[in-house]
């Protein structure tokens, strides 16, 4: 199982850049998905995450500004930044809590680079 990112980037302070992260190999089923991101030298911490149900959750530094979106036909989930902040430059990690057959696995992909100019 593997999860890939894409959508990183360099955007100016106020602007908006979408990610995406489809999961992919051989498993039943995805329930919650999310993403997280790592300042430096810092723990990974909680952007948004989303259930299969369609359930929300964000920290509150993002709430009203990022929304987090799935697709469960294509195991896939995304998140629309906008009035981003320089603040929000870090390195996101889509994370899928995936059931391989009988149990359930985290697993994280690679990180995507965000990086806001003021």
């Known amino acids: 199982v593997q999860l890939q990112a894409s959508g990183g980037g360099l955007v100016q302070s106020g602007g908006s850049l979408r990610l995406s992260c489809t999961a992919s190999g051989t498993f039943h089923s995805v329930n919650r998905m999310g993403w997280y991101r790592q300042f430096p030298g810092q723990r990974r911490e909680l952007v948004a995450t989303i259930g299969n149900d369609g359930k929300t959750n964000y920290a509150y530094s993002v709430k009203g500004r990022f929304t987090i979106s799935r697709d469960n036909a294509k195991n896939s989930v995304f998140l629309q930044m906008n009035m981003l902040k320089p603040d929000d430059a870090a390195v996101y990690y889509c994370?899928?809590?995936?059931?391989?057959?009988?149990?359930?696995?985290?697993?994280w992909g690679k990180g995507t680079l965000v990086t806001v100019s003021s």
């Open positions: 994370y899928g809590d995936i059931i391989e057959y009988y149990y359930a696995v985290d697993y």
